[in-house]
């Protein structure tokens, strides 16, 4: 039974094993109130997910330019606790609570609890990370987040900032860790 297991959790964590999606397409339309998080976040890479303690890390890395945001559940639990959840989320990451009456963003993103969604400038979905891609204890998200930073997985953008380019490439070429600190 264990050794079953132990293959089940491995091909889990192989690429194309757990919930892991790349398919560089614009993301379905979805809104907050009046509020298109989305548009507004044009021409930076966006994140939407919880990663107060990430984006540190990614900015003292150089990485700058990136949007945050979380998108709280739909249910009345969750409503009960935004509050909560807006006092742990930094300031510089926006959080969203859904209206009742609104079609759910989660269902519109084809989401599930913890997952992270990471679009590139130009909006188009690079990474859908699912559990167990999306525990921050592993690479998947600080990697996939890079990846979107970096390199042009769909294609060329307009919104592409020549000095994010420069430092991504400085780093490739010069073999400099990516976890080295200003």
């Known amino acids: 039974m264990w050794a079953d297991l132990g293959l089940v959790l491995a091909l889990c964590l192989l690429p194309g094993g757990g919930t892991e999606i790349q ?14 998080p989305m548009w507004n976040s ?4 966006t994140v939407v997910a919880l990663l107060q303690d990430l984006r540190v890390k990614l900015e003292n890395e150089r990485l700058v330019n990136i949007s945050y945001v979380v998108v709280n559940h739909q249910g009345p639990q969750s409503r009960r606790e935004f509050h909560l959840l807006k006092e ?19 269902t519109t993103l084809n989401g599930n609890k913890d997952d992270f969604l990471i679009y590139d400038r130009c909006g188009r979905l690079v990474y859908h990370l699912g559990l167990p891609y999306s525990f921050l204890h592993f690479q998947y998200v600080e990697e996939s987040i890079k990846i979107a930073y970096c390199e042009n997985k769909c294609g060329n953008c307009s919104y592409t900032v020549f000095s994010c380019l420069i430092l991504c490439i400085v780093k490739k070429k010069t073999g400099f860790d990516w976890y080295l600190k200003k």
């Open 88 to 106: 742990r989320v930094s300031d510089y990451i926006a959080v969203y609570q859904q209206d009742e009456q609104q079609d759910d963003v989660w």
């Open 23 to 36: 398919n560089c397409l614009e993301p379905p339309e979805w809104r907050i109130g009046e509020e298109d």
């Open 42 to 45: 044009r021409g930076s890479v």
